[in-house]
C-alpha cells in the first residue's frame, strides 16, 4: 500500500435481524472501544488527516492568528448580583481556562472592572487553570454557591466523558472540604439554609435516574427520588426565591413536577400534577403564587397561575396563541417575563405588578393585561433570551442580545424608566465594524409548498454569488438562532456567505414546526435543507455550498449527502448522528430509550425500523460521487458514540465515488471536542481551513 493511500477497514461481516430484515454490517466491530485493532485504525485514519491535509497548515494557522487577534483575550463578564455579592468571570491572556469570582455588592449597578485590573476585595471562586493543571482536557460540570454565600459546590472532568466528581469549598476560609462525590451528573442545588446539596446521577445509558442528598459532613448520602421509567430523566434545582426545591421528572414529550420546601432538606418531595402522556409543564414560584407553563391542549404552550396551596390547580393567565411560542417564564417579586419565539424571533414580554395589589390573582391578570408590553429591538433579525438573573428582588432585568452582524451584548432593561442600558458587548478587535457586514432572511420552499426560513450574512462590498457556509440542525425542537461568531469573520473576510436553513425539527417557527420534523415526518427536515441549499443557488447568493453541521445535525449532513450529494461541495460533519439506526435499535447504548419519542421504536415497530432504516446515512451510502467529507468525532463522546462517523468514513471509502472521505478522532476529548480555548480555536481554524479549500476550489 503506497504511503498516500487511506486507511482500508477491516470487514468483519455481522448480521443483524429485525421484522424480518437482515443486515449485514461489515464495521460493527468497530463500536468496541477497547479493541486494539479499533484504537490503531482510528489513529491511521489521524495519520491519513494529517497527511492530506499537511498543505492547509498556513492557512489554518493564518486562521487561528485571526480568531485569537480579534479575541480580547484578557477579559471578563459583566457581574451579576446575588445576595451581597457581585459574581464575575474573568479570562487572561495565554490561559486556556476562566476564573470565577466575586466582590461584595453595594447597590444595584455592577462595579465596573477594567479587563487585567482586580477589584478590591475581589475573591476567586474557581481557577480553572489550577484545576486543571496538566490534564489535556477539564470541564467543570457545576459550580453553585450557597444561598447564604458560604459554600461552593463544584464538579469536575478530566477525560470528556461528562462524568463529573462533586467537592466543596469553604468560601471563607478557602478550605476543601474533605467530602467528595465521584460519577455524578450535572447540575445540582442547596438547600435553604446551606447545609445539604442535592445531585444526580446516571444509569449505564447516561440518563440522568437518581436525585441524592448530601449533608455536608457525613459520609452516606440519601436516595431520594428514583425515575424507573428508561424514558424519563431527572433534574433538581433551586428556585430563584430560594423557597423551594424543583425535581423535575421529564420525557421527549412529557414531564412531572415535586416541590419541597428548601428549608426542609429532609422533608418529602410533592408532586404538582401526576404525568400524562404529551402535558409538559414547568413551574416557576413567584412569591405567593405559582406560575405554570405547560402545553395541556396549547400546542404552543400557555402561561397560567396555580396557588401555593393547590399547585396542580391551574388557572388560565396568557392564552394560547398559534404563532407565539412560549419558551419561558421567568418570576422576580415585582414582575414576571416571558421569553417567547414569533415568526422566527425570539423576544421578551414584561409582566409588570401593581405592588399594592395584595392578591395574587387580581396581581398576575393585571400584569398580563394591558399592563404588559413587549421590549423592541432594532435589527431585522436578532436573538434575545434573559440572562443572568439570580436576584428574586430587582428593578432590572439582564438580557443577552446578539445578530449575525452584532456581537454578543449584555443590557440591563430598567423596567422603571423601560431603558436598555448596554453595559458590554464583546470586543472584536482588528478594525471590525458591524457596518461592513448585511444580515437578511430568505425564504426557500420545500417539497411540499412550506416556506423555510434562512438567516445570511455576508460582507456589503463580497460579490454575488458566492461560495457559501450552509449551516443546520433540525431535531429536538432546537433552533439556531442567527447569532454571532467571531472565527466566522474569517470566511467572511475571505468573500463567503455564511447561512442558517431552519428546518423542521427545530423549534424556530413553533411546536408544530418540530413536530413536522421528527419521528416519521423526519425527512421533512433532509428535503427542507436541499430545498434551502438550492434557493441560495436560484437566487444568486450562493456558488458551491459546503453543508455543516453537529451531533444530529451530524444526521441531517449525511442524510442530504445520500439525498443530493451534487448539490455540496463539501460537507463537515461534527460529532455525527450517522449510525443512528444502529444505535436507536440497542437499548443498551447511552440514551436510547429516552430517544425513542423523538426518532420512534425501530426495536418494538417495523413501520418505524421501514421508516429509519430509508434515511439513516450509514444504511444508504451508494456508488454515486460523493462529495469531499469531513468528519470529526472524540473518543470519550457519551452522546454520540466515536464508531458511528468510523464506520461511516469507512463504509463511504468502500462504497462511494469521489470525496475523499476524512476522520478526525480526538482521543482525549468528548462530545464538545477539546476543552481549552486555544485549542478549540485551533480545531474551528483546522475546519475553516479545510471548508476555505472546499469554497474556493
Known amino acids: 500500500m503506497s504511503s498516500n493511500a487511506p486507511p482500508t477497514a477491516k470487514k468483519v461481516p455481522t448480521e443483524r435481524t429485525h421484522h424480518g430484515d437482515t443486515v449485514i454490517d461489515e464495521y460493527a466491530w468497530l463500536t468496541n472501544k477497547d479493541d486494539p485493532d479499533t484504537i490503531a485504525y482510528l489513529e491511521a485514519e489521524n495519520a491519513y488527516l494529517q497527511q492530506q491535509t499537511a498543505h492547509l497548515a498556513e492557512v489554518q494557522e493564518q486562521v487561528f492568528k485571526e480568531i485569537k487577534g480579534r479575541t480580547q483575550e484578557t477579559d471578563l463578564s459583566v457581574p451579576s448580583r446575588k445576595g451581597s455579592w457581585w459574581y464575575f468571570s474573568r479570562t487572561e491572556e495565554g490561559k486556556q481556562y476562566g476564573v470565577s469570582c466575586r466582590v461584595p455588592a453595594h447597590g444595584d449597578t455592577p462595579p465596573e472592572v477594567e479587563a487585567g485590573q482586580h477589584l478590591e476585595h475581589e475573591q476567586v471562586l474557581l481557577d480553572g487553570n489550577e484545576l486543571a493543571g496538566d490534564s489535556p482536557f477539564f470541564s467543570v460540570g457545576t459550580s453553585s454557591v450557597s444561598p447564604d454565600g458560604r459554600m461552593l459546590a463544584y464538579s469536575t472532568d478530566f477525560k470528556g466523558d461528562e462524568r463529573f466528581t462533586l467537592r466543596f469549598k469553604n468560601l471563607e476560609t478557602g478550605e476543601i472540604l474533605p467530602d467528595e462525590i465521584a460519577d455524578i451528573f450535572y447540575g445540582g442545588a442547596w438547600s435553604a439554609d446551606g447545609s445539604t446539596f442535592f445531585y444526580t446521577r446516571v444509569d449505564d445509558a447516561w440518563r440522568p435516574f437518581q436525585v441524592y442528598r448530601h449533608t455536608l459532613g457525613t459520609q452516606e448520602d440519601v436516595l431520594v427520588f428514583e425515575e424507573t421509567d428508561e424514558r424519563f430523566w431527572v433534574g433538581i434545582g433551586l428556585t430563584r426565591s430560594e423557597r423551594y426545591l424543583v425535581l423535575g421528572i421529564g420525557s421527549k414529550i412529557t414531564s412531572e413536577v415535586r ?416 476543552s481549552g480555548r486555544y485549542d478549540a480555536w485551533r480545531e474551528e481554524a483546522f475546519a475553516l481551513s479545510w471548508i476555505i479549500e472546499r469554497g474556493t476550489a
Open 259 to 674: 416541590l419541597l420546601d428548601a428549608a426542609d432538606p429532609h422533608g418529602e418531595f410533592v408532586l404538582v400534577r401526576p404525568r400524562v402522556t404529551g402535558v409538559e409543564y414547568g413551574v416557576e414560584h413567584a412569591g405567593d403564587f405559582f406560575y405554570i407553563l405547560h402545553n395541556e391542549n396549547a400546542e404552543n404552550f400557555e402561561l397560567a397561575t396555580a396557588s401555593i396551596d393547590a399547585p396542580g390547580t391551574w388557572t388560565p393567565l396568557v392564552a394560547h396563541r398559534a404563532d407565539t411560542r412560549l419558551l419561558e417564564i421567568d418570576a422576580f417579586e415585582g414582575h414576571a417575563v416571558v421569553h417567547f419565539r414569533r415568526d422566527g424571533l425570539t423576544g421578551l414580554r414584561v409582566l409588570p405588578y401593581e405592588i399594592a395589589q395584595h392578591d395574587w390573582r387580581a396581581r398576575a391578570e393585571a400584569a398580563a393585561g394591558p399592563r404588559a408590553y413587549e421590549i423592541e429591538f432594532p435589527e431585522p433579525l436578532y436573538d434575545v433570551a434573559p440572562a443572568g438573573n439570580p436576584e428574586f428582588s430587582t428593578g432590572r432585568l439582564r438580557l443577552g442580545y446578539t445578530s449575525m452582524i452584532t456581537p454578543p451584548s449584555v443590557y440591563d432593561y430598567d423596567l422603571t424608566a423601560h431603558e436598555l442600558i448596554l453595559l458590554k458587548q464583546r470586543p472584536v478587535l482588528g478594525g471590525y465594524d458591524p457596518a461592513d457586514y448585511e444580515q437578511h432572511r430568505e425564504w426557500a420552499t420545500a417539497a411540499d409548498g412550506t416556506k423555510v426560513p434562512i438567516s445570511l450574512v455576508k460582507r456589503k462590498d463580497a460579490d454575488k454569488p458566492a461560495p457559501t457556509v450552509l449551516y443546520g440542525y433540525g431535531s429536538y425542537e432546537t433552533s439556531i438562532d442567527p447569532g454571532f461568531s467571531v472565527a466566522r469573520l474569517s470566511l467572511l473576510d475571505r468573500g463567503f456567505v455564511f447561512a442558517i436553513a431552519h428546518v423542521r425539527g427545530g423549534g424556530e417557527m413553533g411546536r408544530r414546526w418540530y413536530e413536522e420534523g421528527k419521528l416519521t415526518l423526519k425527512k421533512n427536515t433532509f428535503t427542507d435543507f436541499v430545498a434551502a441549499a438550492q434557493h441560495l443557488k436560484a437566487s444568486g447568493w450562493s456558488t458551491r455550498i459546503i453543508a455543516r453541521g453537529g451531533s444530529a445535525g451530524g444526521l441531517l449532513m449525511g442524510a442530504v449527502t445520500n439525498l443530493a450529494p451534487a448539490e455540496f461541495a463539501g460537507v463537515v460533519a461534527e460529532v455525527p448522528f450517522v449510525d443512528a439506526l444502529n444505535t436507536i435499535l440497542d437499548p443498551s447504548l447511552p440514551l436510547t430509550v429516552i430517544e425513542w419519542d423523538e426518532w420512534g421504536d425501530p426495536l418494538h415497530n417495523a413501520d418505524v425500523y421501514a421508516y429509519m432504516k430509508s434515511y439513516t446515512p450509514y444504511e444508504n451510502v451508494d456508488g454515486r460521487p460523493y462529495p469531499p467529507i469531513l468528519a470529526i468525532t472524540s473518543l470519550n463522546d457519551t452522546r454520540v458514540l466515536f464508531h458511528e462517523p468510523a464506520k461511516w468514513i469507512a463504509r463511504l471509502r468502500a462504497t462511494a465515488n469521489g470525496g475523499p472521505f476524512l476522520l478526525k478522532t480526538e482521543m482525549g476529548a468528548g462530545h464538545g471536542g477539546r
